[in-house]
């Protein structure tokens, strides 16, 4: 049989290109009708929950060649082109931009969102509980520095529900204006991120002074035009300030993980793979937190996170961050949290959204 030439190759190509082209318009128009009968009533464009379902069903339909992540990262540009149809989406997150915060609000809303960057966790909250922007994302620990403690903290006073969560995987990068590592002789960055790359940095560029900055996008921004003068941050914010990447992946640890949670109002649906994140404080006696656990405990509810965090105002009082895998329309959770209530002196909850798999 006789092989295809590379003209009918590219020709099958256009052809291709052309029914994308139009299956994707004809799914737009869909998407904006879809956008109507939400406005008429009064649903949220952005569901977490809908569009986790979507991405689930799509990985069911793909057979390959693309790989799983090339397939979802297609289809969250396309997700996000129709929500923009439908009605912009805004996005609060901590800045400034070329942040990891930044990176991970592109990474899961998509490039049809509007973003704006804010000074810090709090003024995140301020602008979603205020309703100048539709969504927040804010980092809630990771899995080397711990907890979030200003997170934790506005999680327990705001009206607002987490909606869903995001794990990103921190990969630093060595960002310059110069072409070579050999010139550098300053290199800037947060604390964390210089804490982070210190084995690297001694290995490779022993002779270098390091300098703390407020954030690693800042450090960023200071180098540009410096050719002895390095930052360590994201490819995003070199992407975004036009610098070289002089090397990559230059963190101690590739197990580097932050979960971010997106913050907004509303209730989410369940999706069968959900989680719940609970705040709970016990009464000052013994064997009280047993008590509590037991509730689900007794039902073999799986609980993927516990941590106590202190109670500001009264000394050595602490509240109880507790992540519970299921969703709080699940039967047994009901009935857990139903008693869980009896055995607390204060119960709140936090939100009920799709379990993240993984790390982008």
């Not at 010139?183 to 940095?201: D, E, G, R, T």
């Not at 590739?254 to 369940?270: D, H, K, Y």
């Amino acid at each position: 049989m006789k092989q295809p030439n590379l003209e009918s190759l590219r020709q099958n190509i256009k052809d291709k290109d052309r029914e994308i082209i139009r299956l994707l318009n004809e799914r737009a128009r869909i998407s904006a009708n879809i956008g109507e009968v939400k406005g008429q009533e009064g649903i949220q464009v952005y569901s977490p929950a809908q569009e986790a379902k979507v991405y689930n069903y799509l990985q069911e339909l793909n057979s390959g060649p693309l790989p799983p992540a090339a397939v979802k990262a297609i289809f969250r540009e396309i997700i996000s082109a129709s929500r923009d149809l439908q009605k912009p989406t805004t996005v609060a997150f901590l800045g400034p931009e070329a942040s990891f915060s930044h990176l991970v609000s592109r990474l899961h809303f998509g490039e049809s969102s509007c973003f704006f960057p804010q000074s810090g966790i709090a003024r995140v909250f301020d602008e979603v509980e205020k309703g100048s922007v539709d969504w927040g994302v804010v980092p809630v620990e990771n899995s080397l520095e711990g907890s979030v403690n200003v997170t934790l903290d506005r999680l327990i006073l705001t009206p607002l529900k987490i909606r869903a969560e995001i794990y990103l995987r921190i990969s630093q990068c060595l960002i310059s204006s110069a072409k070579s590592m050999e010139s550098i002789k300053n290199i800037y960055s947060h604390p964390q991120a210089l804490a982070q790359c210190q084995l690297w940095l001694r290995t490779n560029m022993p002779n270098c002074t390091l300098g703390e900055m407020e954030s690693t996008a800042a450090a960023v921004q200071m180098v540009r035009g410096k050719k002895t003068e390095a930052a360590i941050g994201s490819s995003l914010a070199a992407q975004c300030y036009g610098l070289n990447i002089l090397a990559e992946g230059i963190e101690d640890n590739p197990s580097n993980m932050t979960r971010f949670l997106v913050i907004g109002r509303g209730e989410g649906q369940a999706t069968g793979n959900d989680k719940t994140s609970l705040i709970f404080a016990t009464p000052d006696l013994p064997g009280s937190l047993h008590r509590a656990l037991s509730s689900f405990a007794g039902r073999k509810i799986n609980l993927s996170k516990i941590e106590s965090h202190p109670v500001k105002e009264r000394l050595w009082e602490y509240l109880f961050f507790v992540d519970v895998i299921g969703h709080i329309n699940d039967k047994e959770i009901k009935s857990c949290l139903t008693e869980l209530k009896e055995k607390t002196t204060y119960l709140k909850i936090l939100g009920s959204y799709p379990k993240a798999e993984g790390g982008l």
